[in-house]
Nanobody, 128 residues
Framework: QVQLVESGGGSVQAGGSLTLSCAAS????????MGWFRQAPGKEREGVAS???????????YYADSVKGRVTISQDNAKNTVYLQMNSLKPEDTAMYYC??????????????????WGQGTQVTVSS
């Protein structure tokens, strides 16, 4: 049974930073597409970033235009955990953030409908 458990959300002021974690069980973060999505009240769930790694030489990461340059997705295969480091946070980054997974390689962030597994989410609130 696949489980994804997010943590690290919280409240910060604009310009601050947060690092979200997604601990996976029942699948390996390596050789699977791991993504982060977010959903603000009244809005659609949108992709933030995705990552695919295989071995020591294959590493692909993708970012939504709205976060490019401010966000870094990474993973620790030994801990089977994916991270989302967010810097220069803006009030418009306020949302519930979800970790997601699907088999195979990522070719982009993708849409929510491409992912098979989801975590419960962690709230990020950015105040101005």
């Amino acid at each position: 049974q696949v489980q994804l458990v997010e943590s690290g959300g919280g409240s910060v002021q604009a310009g601050g930073s947060l690092t979200l974690s997604c601990a996976a069980s029942g699948l390996t973060v390596s050789r699977n597409c791991m993504g982060w999505f977010r959903q603000a009240p009244g809005k659609e769930r949108e992709g933030v970033a995705s990552i695919y790694t295989a071995g020591n030489s294959i590493y692909y990461s993708y970012y939504a235009d709205s976060v490019k340059g401010r966000v870094t997705i990474s993973q620790d295969n030994a801990k089977n955990t994916v991270y989302l480091q967010m810097n220069s946070l803006k009030p418009e980054d306020t949302a519930m953030y979800y970790c997601a997974a699907r088999p195979g390689r990522c070719w982009s962030v993708g849409s929510r409908y491409e992912y098979n597994y989801w975590g419960q989410g962690t709230q990020v609130t950015v105040s101005s």
